[in-house]
């Protein structure tokens, strides 16, 4: 999986997610102007220092790579699962992401690490080749889907080696 540029994580926020263009500090927290809401939009850029791997306290150089405001999966590198350093409640998150042909990943949420694997703890938003691979056959699997509970809406299509958008709110 390959991860682009910028994900916008948004605290108590209704409106929708800024298109920024350039990066900026990760602390880059500002608060949004709206009468009576306690909101916060977190810009989360996609460099090394803000994840880490799932249950362990540094960063998965053997298994992930930075190049050009993207991180990327290696593919002859262990398996493991990302998780951000800061956590959230509630949110919205946007994201840019690419599959090789037949790829399969996930994007997990609301994960504790009190489990063996991440996908025990959190739901997933399924990523994947649904052409190329088996689970785009099920709905409930396919790209889009909440893994496994529900199919997404409408015909949702996923190209492999083109950068999809995601939205998990």
């Known amino acids: 999986a390959t991860l682009k540029c910028v994900s ?24 949004l102007l709206e009468p009576g809401k ?15 791997g799932y249950r362990l306290a540094q960063f998965p150089a053997e298994s992930w790579r930075e190049e050009a405001e993207t991180l990327h999966a290696l593919a ?16 919205d998150l946007s994201f840019e992401w690419r599959l090789p042909v037949g790829g399969n990943s996930g994007l997990l949420y609301k994960v504790t690490e009190d489990r063996e694997a991440s996908w025990q703890s959190g739901p997933e938003m ?7 691979h088996p ?18 809406q409408g015909n949702v299509l996923c190209p492999a080696g083109l950068f999809n958008i995601g939205r998990v709110s």
Do not use: H, K, M
Not at 38 to 52: G, I, P, T, Y
Not at 76 to 91: K, N, Y
Not at 126 to 132: H, K, T
């Open 8 to 31: 916008t994580c948004r605290r108590y926020a209704a409106r929708p997610a800024p298109s920024p263009t350039r990066r900026a500090p990760l602390e880059r927290v500002r608060p």
């Open 76 to 91: 002859d590198g262990p398996a493991v699962s990302l998780i951000s350093r800061q956590c959230f409640g509630d949110f």
């Open 135 to 152: 689970d785009g056959r099920v709905p409930e699997t396919s790209c889009g889907a909440l893994y496994g509970l529900y199919a997404p």
């Open 126 to 132: 399924q990523l994947l080749d649904n052409g190329a």
């Open 38 to 52: 306690r909101s916060f939009v977190l810009e989360v850029f996609l460099d090394c220092s803000a994840w880490r």
